[in-house]
C-alpha cells in the first residue's frame, strides 16, 4: 500500500515527506483493528515532528509513517475485539493504551505508561491501512462521515479538552478569550458555545478567520495589527478580565498577553505551542493566574466530542487532499494559507 513516510527530519516543507510503498499493516494481536482510512487530518504538530520537534520527548524511528488524525472503515479484528466488527465506520483516538496501567484506570489515556501514538511513535494514517488497537477506536453514528469527522481524532478532541477544562471554571456572563481561530481554534470556540455561557472575545490576525469566529458565536472580534489586546479584553470584560483563555497560538507574543488579558485567579491554557512562557514569577503571584498545558484528550472526552458534532453543535471547515499532496499542505500550512483543516484522503 502506498504510505506518506517522514525519512529525515528538515526546515524544509516541500520535500518533508515521500510516498512509499509499504506493507500493508496485518493484525498481530488479539485486541488489533485494521482500518482503511478515509481521511487523515494534517496538523500543525505533523510540521513540528517533520523538524524534529518531538524527538526529545517521545521515541520515534524513522522512516515513519505520519497522520495520528484518524477515520475510516474498519476492515480487520484481532480475534478477541468486540467492540467493533468489520465494515464499521470509527474515529481513532490518537493513542492506543494498555487499559491496565494507573492511569488508564483513571481514564487519564494521555498518561498511559504503555501507549502508542499512531503517527508520532508508531505508523499513523497517512496511508491506505492503519494499524491500531480495539481501545482507541470510537463507533461513528449513522450519517457521520468518516473522513470529515477525522480532525476529530487529535484537533477536536485537544480543543474539547481545554474548552472542556475552561467550561468547568467558566460562570454565565464571565469572560473567555479565544486566541487563534485556526484548525483548532474555531472547533474550541464552538466547544466553549455549546458547553458555557461566557461572553466570548476572539482574537485574530486574519479577517476571514475573525469572520467565521463571529459566525461560529463569537460575542466579539480584535484584530490584534490594530487592537491593543489588553485594552480590548478589559473593555469587554467590565475591567475584570478573562477568567479563561484558550491560546490556540502558543507564541511568545500571545503567552505574553497572559499577565493582562487573565482574570485574577484565571487561566492561560496553552494549546498551540513553538514559542515561550516568559513570565517573571511575580505576575503570576499578582494575579494569582495559571498557565495549563493541553495534551491531546481522553477517550471519554472524544465520544462527548462526537456526541457535540452528531447533534450539530460544532461544525469542521475542511479541505481535502490527495496522499500525493502531503507536502503542499506541509507548505501551504506553515504560511498560514490553509483555513479550518486539512484532510488527507488515502485512495
Ligand atoms: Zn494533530
Ligand atoms: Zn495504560
Redesign the pocket.
Known amino acids: 500500500m502506498q504510505a506518506a513516510r517522514l525519512h529525515e527530519y528538515t526546515d524544509d516543507m516541500s520535500e518533508a515527506l515521500s510516498i512509499d510503498e509499504v506493507d500493508r499493516p496485518t493484525v498481530d494481536t488479539s485486541d488489533g483493528v485494521i482500518v482503511e482510512v478515509e481521511g487523515a487530518?494534517w496538523?500543525?504538530?505533523?510540521n513540528h515532528i517533520i523538524e524534529g520537534m518531538w524527538t526529545e520527548y517521545v521515541p520515534q524511528d524513522l522512516p515513519l509513517t505520519l497522520g495520528?488524525?484518524n477515520a475510516g472503515i474498519v476492515s480487520e479484528v484481532g480475534e478477541e475485539v468486540t467492540a467493533v466488527e468489520a465494515g464499521d465506520p470509527v474515529i481513532c483516538h490518537?493513542v492506543q493504551t494498555c487499559g491496565t496501567c494507573r492511569s488508564c484506570r483513571l481514564g487519564e489515556d494521555m498518561y498511559c505508561d504503555n501507549s502508542k501514538f499512531n503517527g508520532l511513535t508508531h505508523d499513523g494514517g497517512f496511508a491506505e491501512y492503519l494499524h491500531t488497537s480495539e481501545r482507541a477506536v470510537i463507533p461513528l453514528p449513522d450519517g457521520v462521515d468518516p473522513t470529515d469527522i477525522a480532525?476529530h481524532a487529535?484537533?477536536g478532541i485537544?480543543a474539547y479538552h481545554a474548552a472542556k477544562k475552561a467550561v468547568d471554571e467558566l460562570n454565565p456572563g464571565d469572560a473567555a478569550v479565544v486566541i487563534g481561530v485556526g484548525g483548532l481554534g474555531h472547533i474550541g470556540l464552538q466547544c466553549l458555545r455549546a458547553m458555557s455561557a461566557a461572553d466570548i472575545v476572539a482574537v485574530d490576525l486574519k479577517q476571514s478567520a475573525r469572520d467565521l469566529a463571529s459566525e461560529l458565536g463569537a460575542d466579539d472580534t480584535v484584530d490584534p495589527e490594530t487592537e491593543d489586546v489588553a485594552s480590548a479584553v478589559e473593555e469587554f470584560s467590565g475591567g475584570v478580565g478573562a477568567q479563561q483563555v484558550l491560546d490556540f497560538v502558543g507564541r511568545d507574543e500571545t503567552t505574553a498577553l497572559a499577565p493582562d488579558i487573565t482574570a485574577a485567579g484565571g487561566d492561560h491554557h496553552i494549546i498551540g505551542y513553538g514559542g515561550h512562557v516568559h513570565e517573571p514569577a511575580q505576575a503570576l503571584v499578582n494575579g494569582e493566574f495559571a498557565f495549563r498545558g493541553t495534551l491531546v484528550g481522553r477517550y471519554t472526552e472524544l465520544q462527548e466530542l462526537v456526541a457535540l458534532v452528531d447533534r450539530g453543535a460544532v461544525e469542521l471547515h475542511t479541505e481535502r487532499y490527495d496522499l500525493d499532496d502531503v507536502n503542499t499542505v506541509a507548505e501551504r500550512l506553515e504560511h498560514g494559507e490553509i483555513d479550518g483543516r486539512a484532510v488527507i484522503t488515502p485512495p
Not at 496538523?43 to 505533523?46: K, S, V
Open positions: 487530518g496538523c500543525q504538530t505533523d495520528h488524525e490518537p480532525p487529535d484537533a485537544t
